[in-house]
């Protein structure tokens, strides 16, 4: 297969013939065959060889050359390819390193396996241009529907033709027990395109919440246009799903447009997702709220949220719990997911004994710290009092409002209230200290001797060892654990030190240390307070 003039002009008919069926630049496959006739007269001359070859994009003609450039005495290491200016005298004009001595070589004539080399360096070129065409065509894709056609199913996971690519949609993409035939025509969410050895991946998915709000935007002009906003999706895939929409148009009911007429726009998004049942309810910023919202059909009486823990308690009646919870727990399970908290549901029955059990506990508690009878110390935990330091250290008029208590009265129970405290805080001092904690960690501002007693217990004695703790280890916090919310104890969260005041006194502690330099803390707030203090002397 020599490179001659009779087959010149086939090597650009090739060229466009390939980039035609490939709908890739003709440009890219030239390029390829240029690489490829190199290397195959790299191999007839020489691997060591700079060849290059250049076809003429009007003519078809091959001209190959051989490129030497001019380097260092020292660097000399290929003498095929590089020389000295000394050598390059004789080729070239003043010659200076970097320079190219260029001269044109006979033409190779391609023997059976430099051929097939060649023809594998084409094909593997127009294979990665291929795939670069197809990555740019669908990475801006990604999160939009798409319409394909089934190809062959693998595994259970479904390949699926789009036209100008393949795509997969794995088996647990699939809504419940979806099953295909070469043909089907299927719609699924774009999910994620990622560019792999072996080209493109393109992941389709019609489990994806996403795919549900697209398939809304779609059905809905509303939401199209930006009237209704999708704020949240929950989806139990082919079963049930909860869909939280709120409207910038006050004259626009957002529910009542997901719906639409005789429930005509929701029914198209439900027949798509294989029948699976649509809660659509109205988004509120006020999480109890929206919480109610969410766990429709179910009446609520009471919520409590906890915003540090993200958790939040809700209280139904009795004939309503196994509706709140529903099915295998699907309702509160997806109230979860759009609501993005842990939610606790109890009857009203166990929120009474639950309460009452606090109740009778505070109640011992100011019997036996104060020394008062069971019906006074009831009037104080029914006045709100749940501790002695809310009794010692309260405003005396908010002792005076509880019926049977005057001036005198409320002034002995501050002192008794005090004195006891004073008492716990020698005792716990003292077992502190026996405990072995020194005092740079007791004379700590900040610390109550409780807490020492405490940190002492967990094995911070100094100073040094407090400084070393994180944050969540003395306020505690939350992990997420494979998908689920797992609580992390603190040592100081039953004194309910907040994570903030457990970083401002860890870092004061490491200040102390002079492990932390101060100047670097909050930069922010350091030229804020500079800027202040300029502003206030420009005033004055």
Known sequence: MAITSANQLELLQTAD???????????????????????????RYGAEMDIRVSIDRKTGKATFTRVRTVVEDDELENYQAEMTVEQAKQYLENPAVGDQHIEEIPPVD????????????????????????????????????????VKREEYGNVIVDLGQGEAILRRNDKIGR??????????????????????????????????????????????????????????????????????????????????????????AVVNELQGEKIDIIPWNEDQPTFLVNALQPAEVSKVVLDEEAERIEVVVPEDQLSLAIGRRGQNVRLASQLTHLDIDIMTEAEDSERRQKEFEVRTKLFMDTLDLDEFFAQLLVSEGFTNL???????????????????????????????????????????????????SLIEFDGLTPQMIVALAEDGVKTLEDFATCADWELAGGWTTVDGERVKDDGVLEPFEVSLEEAQNMVMTARVMLGWVDPTELEPDQAEEGDLEGNEQEAEA
């Open 178 to 267: 979806e099953s295909y035939r070469n043909g089907d025509r299927v719609r699924a969410y774009i999910k994620d395109v990622r560019r792999e050895a072996r080209g493109p991946q393109i992941f389709l998915s019609r489990t994806a919440p996403e795919f549900m709000a697209e398939l809304f935007k779609m059905e809905v002009p509303e939401i199209y246009d930006g009237i209704i906003e999708i704020k949240a999706v929950a989806r139990d895939p082919g079963s049930r799903a909860k869909i939280a929409v709120i409207s910038h148009d006050s004259s626009i009911d957002p529910v009542g447009a997901c719906v639409g007429m005789r429930g005509s726009r929701v029914q």
């Open 17 to 43: 013939a390939v980039a035609r069926e490939k709908m890739i630049d003709p440009g890219l496959v030239v390029e390829a065959m240029e690489e490829s006739l190199a290397r195959a007269a790299k191999s």
């Open 110 to 149: 391609l023997g059976r396996i430099a051929a097939q080399s060649a023809k594998q360096v084409i094909l593997q070129k127009v294979r990665e241009a291929e795939r670069d065409r197809q990555y740019e065509e669908f990475k801006d894709r990604a999160g939009t529907i798409i319409n394909g056609v």
């Open 389 to 439: 330091e809310e009794v010692a250290y309260v405003e005396l008029d908010e002792l005076l409002v509880i019926d049977g208590v005057d001036e005198d009265t409320a002034n002995e129970l501050q002192a008794r209230a005090r004195d006891m405290l004073e008492a716990q805080a020698r005792e716990a001092m003292e077992k502190a200290r026996a405990m072995g904690a020194e005092d």
